[in-house]
């Protein structure tokens, strides 16, 4: 079974333009999260879907991120536009609920270098 | 705020010995703790997870063990391998109940086995 997919690995671009980030869970997976992982730390959490639906959003900056899961399936995350400060890896997570206590699975994440 | 943290960032461990990594947590109403390990250019990979209700739990070569009475989290590797050369984060989930499967992870401790 294939596990979570995640597009592109690397990007590279210049500070103020845009990127996208694409992931697709594990099928059957119904929550998909987007975590922000800064190197040397922890991943944190930007965004949780429950289908297409967002359930907490709390920690996305909304004034440059945004995300989508339009078919409760893949999703996409965006940065418009990018500063320095957010180079850093952006991991996407599936789990079969989202229920307390269930396994988070996540994708080997995409490396982001603002320049 | 609440927050998951390690004491040793980085821990050296002969081959074939065990490794201990511990973790600190500040929140009490945690229900569910988790170890991740993170190889180099990968994602998260579930190691091991335990309930508040529980002290130790036993998995292949990996043991957890909860103290709740000060708030201490500790992953035994049995018998280090080269492979589990990577770095571990603690996380919890559960001190907020609408936050559902909500993971805060630690700041991560590397392990580096020596042949």
């Known amino acids: 079974e294939a596990g979570v997919v995640q597009s592109p690995r690397y990007k590279i671009i210049e500070k103020k333009q845009p990127v996208a980030f694409w992931c697709n869970p594990i099928?059957?997976?119904?929550?998909l999260y987007w975590y922000l992982q800064n190197l040397g730390q922890g991943p944190e959490l930007l965004i949780r879907?429950?289908?297409?639906?967002?359930?907490?959003d709390s920690q996305l900056p909304k004034d440059r991120f945004s995300a989508e899961r339009l078919k409760g399936v893949d999703s996409t995350l965006k940065i418009q536009p990018a500063e320095l400060g957010d180079s850093a890896v952006y991991l996407c997570?599936?789990?079969?609920?989202?229920?307390?206590?269930?396994?988070?699975?996540f994708g080997p994440g995409t490396r982001l270098l603002v320049l | 705020g609440e927050s998951v943290g390690l004491h040793l960032p980085t821990l050296s461990v002969q081959e074939g010995d065990n490794s201990i990594i511990n973790c600190a947590y500040s929140n009490s109403a945690s229900d569910y703790f988790i170890w991740y390990k993170q190889e180099s250019g990968k994602g998260p990979q579930f190691i091991i997870d335990i309930r508040s209700n529980m002290d130790k739990r036993q998995g292949q070569r990996v043991t957890v063990l909860l103290n709740k009475t000060v708030k201490h989290l500790s992953l035994q590797i049995a018998a280090t391998q080269p492979g589990d050369s990577a770095v571990y984060f603690c996380?919890?989930?559960?001190?907020?109940?609408?936050?559902?499967?909500?993971?805060?992870f630690g700041g991560g401790t590397r392990v580096l086995v020596k042949p």
């Open positions: 099928s059957g997976h119904n929550t």
């Open positions: 879907y429950e289908n297409e639906e967002a359930v907490d």
């Open positions: 996380a919890e989930a559960g001190s907020i109940k609408a936050a559902g499967n909500k993971l805060t």
């Open positions: 997570a599936s789990s079969l609920t989202g229920h307390l206590g269930e396994t988070q699975y």
